[in-house]
């Protein structure tokens, strides 16, 4: 991966890897020393502050040819002196650099969090439209589903009526052929019965007489009464056989009292 190196005449001392957004390298150096900042091809540098600081090591004091010891040691002491005010100057200088910097981090940590807060609402936003967008489409389903539904029961329904009707027309047409065929019948009993009426009429005239005849016997001999009657179908023949008979006084009607009985009136 990227990666970013610090090196010291040409030897690394430290390194940084991707998504490093702040470090510290504290090097010691002598004069002529070479210092290097480089990347890796993939890599990207992002220097937000460089310091540099030089301070001078115990080993740096060279004291002069011809001195003694005890004439240096107030030289030592001052070298030291400035050596401890030195070292202090760069403890604190520092500690400034490194509160500076977990300013700097924390910074970074708000603006990432901020990134982060972005994100996640703009993801929320995203599934929000996608479920938005997914209602949407169910609902036309829906509505599709529904609107061939009454199409099919639209349909349903004319096939029913049509079959419905088809069945009418064919109980109509039965009902007419029915109907020919009653009234078929009831002209050939009608002319049946009006041939057998005709038949018993010419075959009632001798015994009409000869009923006559008994008639007025049975009145002058034993004073006897007679009463007769019959039962008729109010439909073929037996209508117009009862007729002729009473207009000649024949069967029942030959009687002294006579009724008939039928299930009509």
Do not use: H
Not at 16 to 41: H, I, K, M, N, W
Not at 148 to 158: G, K, P, T, W, Y
């Amino acid at each position: 991966g990227s990666k970013v190196t610090v090196s010291l005449n040409g030897k690394p001392k430290s390194s940084a890897g991707p998504y490093t957004f702040s470090q510290s390298v504290d090097l010691g150096f002598r004069d002529g020393d070479v210092l290097s900042v480089a990347e890796t091809p993939s890599g990207l540098i992002v220097l937000n502050k460089i310091i540099i600081k030089c301070v001078k090591s115990m080993s740096d004091v060279v004291m002069p040819l011809g001195e003694t010891i005890s004439g240096n040691a107030k030289k030592v002491q001052e070298v030291e002196g400035e050596w401890k005010d030195a070292y202090t100057e760069f403890q604190m200088d520092s500690m400034e650099e490194e509160r500076e910097e977990q300013e700097l981090l924390k910074e970074e940590r708000l603006e990432r969090t901020e990134e982060e807060k972005l994100e996640q609402e703009m993801l929320m936003a995203e599934r929000e439209a996608q479920s938005l967008q997914m209602d949407v489409e169910e609902q036309k389903v829906n509505r599709a589903e529904r609107a061939a539904q009454s199409e099919i029961q639209v349909l349903e329904r004319e096939e029913r009526a049509k079959k419905i009707k088809q069945a009418l027309r064919q109980q109509v047409r039965q009902a007419k052929a029915e109907l020919k065929r009653e009234q078929a019948a009831t002209a050939k009993a009608r002319d049946a019965a009006d041939a057998y009426a005709a038949s018993m009429e010419q075959s009632l005239l001798p015994w009409e007489e000869k009923q006559t005849d008994q008639q007025q016997s049975t009145e002058l001999g034993s004073g006897l009464s007679l009463y007769c009657w019959a039962l008729m179908l109010p439909f073929g023949y037996e209508p117009q056989l009862l007729k002729a008979q009473y207009l000649r006084v024949a069967g029942i009607f030959g009687c002294d009292e006579s009724a008939i009985f039928t299930n009509s009136s």
